[in-house]
């Protein structure tokens, strides 16, 4: 990353990734690490983890400790108002990818 403004734009990303799969089903972060690797993300506990604790201290999503898998995970759930954030910036990013893609002709969108 070669800037600040540039990694705040890659740390929005990757909180609009956690507001869907979290609003998908509970999340934890080595499982949202693996996930976010897969999309190309170069992401580690020291990106993921604070970033999960900010969104719990926003309100966006709830932390529940959980040994059901034989060793105790935190499992990450979004909350009413990340469902809220989350449906206005899908609004927001569908008619900005409409926008992105279409076809210019002249300096026109057509």
């Known amino acids: 990353m070669e800037s600040r ?3 705040k734009i890659y ?3 990757l909180s609009i990734h956690i507001l869907y799969h979290a609003s998908i089903d509970p999340i934890y972060g080595s499982w949202m690490i693996e996930e976010l690797q897969h999309h190309g993300y170069q992401v580690g506990p020291s990106h993921i ?3 999960l604790k900010e969104m719990v201290d926003e309100g966006l999503l709830v932390c529940i400790e959980n040994s059901d898998s034989g060793r105790m995970r935190k499992y990450y759930s979004i909350t009413d108002k ?3 954030l989350f449906q206005q910036l899908n609004k927001k990013i569908t008619e900005l990818s409409h926008e992105i893609h279409q076809k210019k002709i002249g ?3 057509e």
């Open 49 to 51: 983890y604070p970033l």
């Open 5 to 7: 403004y540039e990694k």
């Open 82 to 84: 990340g469902i809220g």
């Open 107 to 109: 300096g026109q969108h």
């Open 11 to 13: 740390l929005s990303f």
